[in-house]
């Protein structure tokens, strides 16, 4: 099945062009939510990802009404890889149902992955520079 998720940061904007978009590319159900894409409780997003099983496919306008964040988005479509769902994002041409969009998928969930670990190692380099300086 075809999923869409459609967002807009306030209620003053319009979701029509995204749901358009998603309809013509064979989405059978569309989420839709006004909230920023900043912010973490978004409810029809959790459901949305809730809805979706192996063989699905999430479509999104552009990626970032999916998240702002680039850890967040690839930390979600690493999630995708993993429960053997394919993601398509109409505009960025990201499309993981071929053979080079699940490479490019990969290795973006790659890169997201050595992030982390960057992260983790400088908070810990951070942690014990303070307790070697006594805090």
């Known amino acids: 099945m075809k999923i869409g998720y459609a967002r807009v940061s306030t209620q003053d904007q319009n979701l029509d062009m995204q ?3 998603l309809k013509a590319a064979g989405c059978e159900r ?5 909230k920023s894409g900043k912010r973490d409780d978004r409810p029809e997003l959790q459901q949305c990802l809730n809805a ?3 063989g699905d496919t999430l479509v999104v306008y552009k990626l970032d009404r ?3 964040s680039t850890f ?3 930390e979600l479509t690493a999630g995708f890889d993993r429960e ?3 993601f398509v994002s109409i505009v960025d041409g990201i499309d993981t149902t071929t053979p080079v969009g699940r490479f ?3 290795t973006m969930a790659s890169i997201a992955e050595l992030e982390r670990d960057i992260i983790v190692e400088r908070t810990q380099a951070g942690l ?3 307790r070697a300086r006594g805090r």
């Open 72 to 74: 967040k988005l690839l």
């Open 52 to 54: 979706l099983r192996t």
């Open 19 to 21: 749901i358009d978009a």
């Open 66 to 68: 999916l998240g702002r």
């Open 104 to 106: 490019f998928f990969r």
């Open 128 to 130: 014990k520079a303070a």
């Open 84 to 86: 053997g769902i394919d």
């Open 30 to 34: 569309i989420y839709t939510e006004k």
